[in-house]
């Protein structure tokens, strides 16, 4: 039976990509985001799904049950590239993600966000999962490049379980994936950076796109460093500021699938 898995501040799909290579086919019940151009490319991928939009209006008892709920809010009230108002920051909306947890009762929560809320508000996320009875919680710092990405990106990771569930734990479906063939992307300008360029060459199983253009980087090779499938965010008609920012706010599913398998270790 496939995980049934809740999306909020959904963005372009990393965590449920990192659920997927973790675990197996997930059963997406609905998403979440309010950016429109994140919504449009959520229609593209998921025209079935129900979007809940802006969570701070959403009925939970209208929402359908689920067995986990992810989560990759936003990091402006705690990234270090910004004033780190914490919860006194407007968007700062966990709050909101609780009570959704509160009524669904999910089995298990996989929440993401930098890794300077661990330093700042990710204490009383934590402490606000255990009041809900989620005593498992577990939590760490992953990096792009611990699962070989060619970037740092690092990232906190909580998971939570329910004290109630050790006797259904997920299962790991995963199985050692072949790389097979790949085919070296023909730029070669890569100078120091080339290995770890290779690097994630091979573990995309694609090549990498030219990196730039007049106007600067590309975002198809943004979108390729960030592990996504070619055409995942540049093949659905946005434009390129816009393509941009939703690979700037996104997490590297492969990133997320390794935090998830360190964190869920028996």
């Not at 009570?99 to 300077?116: A, F, H, M, Q």
């Not at 790991?172 to 770890?196: F, I, M, N, V």
Request: one cysteine or more.
């Amino acid at each position: 039976m496939r995980v049934k898995v809740g999306s909020l501040c959904t963005g372009y799909g990393g965590l449920e990509m990192g659920l997927q290579q973790a675990f197996g086919d997930i059963d997406l019940q609905f998403v979440s985001d309010i950016d429109k151009n994140v919504n449009t490319l959520l229609q593209h991928h998921h025209p079935n799904i129900s979007n809940l939009g802006d969570l701070t209006t959403v009925d939970w008892e209208t929402v359908n049950e689920i067995d986990l709920l992810c989560a990759g809010y936003p990091c402006q009230p705690f990234s270090i590239a910004g004033e780190r108002k914490g919860e006194e920051d407007e968007r700062a909306i966990f709050g909101y993600i609780a009570e959704g947890i509160s009524v669904l009762r999910p089995r298990w929560v996989l929440l993401e966000n930098v890794s300077g809320h661990l330093t700042l508000g990710g204490t009383c996320v934590v402490g606000a999962l255990t009041r809900l009875g989620y005593n498992d919680c577990r939590w760490g710092i992953v990096q792009a490049s611990d699962a070989g990405a060619p970037h740092k990106r690092s990232r906190l990771f909580i998971w939570a379980q329910t004290a109630d569930t050790s006797s259904k734990r997920l299962q790991r479906l995963r199985t050692k994936r072949e790389l097979g063939t790949w085919q070296e992307s023909q730029h070669t300008a890569w100078d120091s950076y080339e290995p770890c360029i290779r690097r994630w060459e091979r573990i995309t199983n694609r090549p990498a796109p030219v990196p730039t253009k007049a106007k600067g980087v590309r975002p198809e090779f943004v979108e390729w460093m960030m592990g996504l499938p070619e055409g995942h965010v540049t093949g659905i008609g946005l434009s390129r500021k816009a393509e941009l920012q939703i690979l700037g706010n996104g997490v590297v599913p492969q990133q997320a699938a390794l935090a998830i398998e360190l964190l869920t270790l028996l």
